[in-house]
């Protein structure tokens, strides 16, 4: 099955046009050349830029050599207004004195602790989707969204979207995604620091609510931990985590950027990849029995064991079918500190370095039929080759995503319980077709038809 794509731009264009074409999609915007092609360069009269496609030189930026290309500044101009200077956008030992911080909150036991708030989290979709699940279409990012923001409350907080303020985040972050380009001017122009950075004002005042929102769940947490009655949820690990090298914790600004780039990238990243999930079921019949088995395998859900996640085999190589073909941050843009040659090419200082999960995971010299939908590729069904070298849905090296691991266990959790409790139909007339904002989403949602089993 060959799930939807968006049409590669056609021949060469103005500067102008492809600005363009890229803030209105960034998927469409690049040639189809992309997914063959092992390095690209692409000049404007400000910078240069070089995809790389070649994994060998991923991994040189990625794992072997990242001091050297730092992630770009440009990555945190549209950004700005949310995620303040998280761990997401900074650099150098700042980042790694964050990293130190963060990580012991997902380290491997922790997951098994955060999983029964994962599993309250999924009953209560399933109940939110028994009254939808009559046949009628229903538009399941949506409720993918609301899902995976559940999880993220639930886990970090330990409160539900349905209490007061969570609902509060959730609603105002939908309004941010609507203003938050894709592109500022700042991204593409080497302005100083001290120029303005042409924010639209909708998308500064929809920031804004939400980093409020944050700071009163931080400051209240906050008080429950000098109080000694905080609950042992997320939040509470990383407040209370000293740094080892200098015994300091995030203060009140720190955490809000950090809760901020907990919220985009555990609730938007994970929406995505289920809602595209869903939909891939929804065509595949046959996968989608085989996902249903998986979840039945549950039982009843509320009362799911944390090692009921490693018999979820076929669900997990959906899952990650999902995030190899619909890569939820689907580009990734670093900076080279010092001239290189790559492929026989010189790559000056200050070029702009962008890795594609989007093109790597499609990339026609790596993958057998790159844009099938084909889960078998991840077992030993039908031996197809798998090349997970270049599969990097969460990055790679030092960079990777701290939630990698309660990202796999979250969407494989979710994708087995609602296959598992109803058949899923694609509409007619309403294929999705994907386009990158903050995320891989679909231009006019993926709509979907639920029925009880």
Known sequence: MIPPKPAAREGRVSLLRYLRLFRSDILSA???????AWMAEFRTPFFRSYMIGQPSLVDLVLKERPGDFPKSDRVREGLAPLLGNSVFVTNGEEWTRQRR???????????????????????????????????SEVEIEAEASHAAADVIFRTLFSIP????????????FRAYQREQPLLNVAAFLPVPRWVPRFHSRRARASARPIRELIARLVRERAALIEAGDAPDDLA??????????TGARFDEAEMVDQVA?????GHETSASALGWALWLLAASPDWQEKVAADGRRLGDLGEAPFSAISSLKVTRDVFREALRLYPPVPMMVREARCPERFRDRDVPAGSQIIISPWHLHRQSRLWTEPDAFDPARWGTENGKACQREAYIPFSAGPRVCPGAGFAMIEGVLLLASIVGRYRLEIVEGKRPVPVAHLTVRARDGIWLKLTPR
């Open 101 to 135: 911080i963060i990580d012991p909150a997902f380290e491997g036991g922790r997951l098994r602790q955060t999983f029964p708030a994962m599993r309250d989290a999924a009953v209560a979709t399933l109940a939110r989707l028994d009254a939808r699940a009559d046949g």
């Open 161 to 172: 979207i349905e209490h007061e303020i969570a609902a509060e985040v959730f609603a105002a």
């Open 236 to 245: 509470t690990k990383i407040m209370t985590t000293q740094d080892p090298k």
């Open 261 to 265: 780039i907990f919220f985009l990238a």
């Open 30 to 36: 690049q040639p189809e050349k992309l997914y063959r």
